[in-house]
Each structure stands twice: as structure tokens, then as C-alpha cells.
T-cell receptor, first 113, second 115 residues
Framework: EDQVTQSPEALRLQEGESSSLNCSYT??????LFWYRQDPGKGPEFLFT?????EEKEKERLKATLTKKESFLHITAPKPEDSATYLC????WGGGSNYKLTFGKGTLLTVNP | GAGVSQSPSNKVTEKGKDVELRCDPI?????LYWYRQSLGQGLEFLIY????????KSGLPSDRFSAERTGGSVSTLTIQRTQQEDSAVYLC?????????????FGAGTRLSVL
């Protein structure tokens, strides 16, 4: 069974204080690893997808990296508007459900001004 | 250019009543998914449609839950005889498989409260 564990559950940063969020995964064969951002009362917003170990993607203050067992979302010099819940999900090869996403429980990030 | 649209945004119902939740995917997206997000839990997969057929219903929690999709577009998730444990946010996503990639885009969800 595919599993995704995110840590920490919650993270509080000061504006400008860089940090990283972790996503550990167990999957039979990784088709893709996805990062989403979710604001209160809204649906998840797609950020990145990574397909193979060593791959990196960047968008503004965010950078996602991938190894064979985990992914990191690095946040550089965060701003209050980066406050949100960040969700990690995996998509696996094989079987009849190789399109569904298996999500972690998320990391609630709060950036104080 | 509209995103995934879900209605209603909020639904309050009494235990034992039936409810219907609607999802209007991004135009041209052939795949559609339903997920459930309960308090303190991650998003939980319910069902996947490719066109009008549902090759994967593995996540539906009981036979009180059903879903259909018509015209390769709009989908309806129906919950019969609702129970308090059905209270959650129901999220719909759609995607278009292209170039080996399959990115799911989500709607804002329907928040279901069963009293």
C-alpha cells in the first residue's frame, strides 16, 4: 500500500527565515510526486510535479527536490503570503489505479511578519 | 478557461437524507476524480472516471456512495442515507493525460455537514 508521511505537521517561521518541509513516501513504483498548496476554504492548488530522483523544480521562493525515498520543499526567505497548508502526494505505476493520488496529511506553514 | 467548478459550496443535511454533489471539470479534461478531506485526515481517494466509465471505484467507503458522469463532462456524487461520519469536504479534480504527464486540478470543494 502506498504511504506518504509529511513532517512537521506544523511550522511557524518569521518572515525571511528559510526552512524545509519533508515528504517521505513508500510506493511500489513512483509515477510522480506532487506538491500542492491549500489555503483555508479552498481546494489544493498545483505547485510542482517531480518524476525521478535528482529532479528539482523551482517557483519563486519555493524549490522542490526528490530522492528515492523522500521529497523536500525548500522555502527561501518566506513571506506572510506563503502561509498555507502544503500537501504532498504520490502517483504510482501499475494496477488499475495508476492515476489516483495518495496524499500525506500536510504541513501547516505560518509565516509571521 | 474556467477551472473545476463544484456545487453547492456548502451543504447541511439531516442524518438519513440523500445528497447530491456536482462537479463540472475543466473543459476537455477526460479524467475526473473525487476525493474526501476529513478533519485531521489527508485527502482520501474515492473514485476515478475516464470518460463516462469508472475503472476505479476502490475508494468508495460503502454502498451508500455512488457516482456517475455523463457526456464525458459533469459528474454527480450521491450519498444515500447520510450519516454523521460522512461530514467532510468533498473535492473534485480533473486532468488531461498528455505527454506522459497527468496533473490533477482541484475545485474548491463542497463542505458537507450531516446533523
Amino acid at each position: 500500500e502506498d504511504q506518504v508521511t509529511q513532517s512537521p505537521e506544523a511550522l511557524r517561521l518569521q518572515e525571511g527565515e528559510s526552512s524545509s518541509l519533508n515528504c517521505s513516501y513508500t510506493v511500489s513504483g513512483l509515477r510522480g510526486l506532487f506538491w500542492y498548496r491549500q489555503d483555508p476554504g479552498k481546494g489544493p492548488e498545483f505547485l510542482f510535479t517531480l518524476y525521478s530522483a535528482g529532479e528539482e523544480k523551482e517557483k519563486e521562493r519555493l524549490k522542490a527536490t526528490l530522492t528515492k525515498k523522500e521529497s523536500f520543499l525548500h522555502i527561501t526567505a518566506p513571506k506572510p503570503e506563503d502561509s498555507a497548508t502544503y500537501l504532498c502526494a504520490v502517483q504510482a505505476w501499475g494496477g488499475g489505479s495508476n492515476y489516483k493520488l495518495t496524499f500525506g496529511k500536510g504541513t501547516l506553514l505560518t509565516v509571521n511578519p | 478557461g474556467a477551472g473545476v467548478s463544484q456545487s453547492p459550496s456548502n451543504k447541511v443535511t439531516e442524518k438519513g437524507k440523500d445528497v447530491e454533489l456536482r462537479c463540472d471539470p475543466i473543459s476537455g479534461h477526460t479524467a475526473l476524480y473525487w476525493y474526501r478531506q476529513s478533519l485531521g485526515q489527508g485527502l482520501e481517494f474515492l473514485i476515478y472516471f475516464q470518460g463516462n466509465s469508472a475503472p476505479d471505484k476502490s475508494g468508495l467507503p460503502s454502498d451508500r456512495f455512488s457516482a456517475e458522469r455523463t457526456g464525458g463532462s459533469v459528474s454527480t456524487l450521491t450519498i444515500q442515507r447520510t450519516q454523521q461520519e460522512d461530514s467532510a469536504v468533498y473535492l473534485c479534480a480533473s486532468s488531461l493525460y498528455s505527454g506522459g504527464k497527468n496533473i490533477q486540478y482541484f475545485g474548491a470543494g463542497t463542505r458537507l455537514s450531516v446533523l
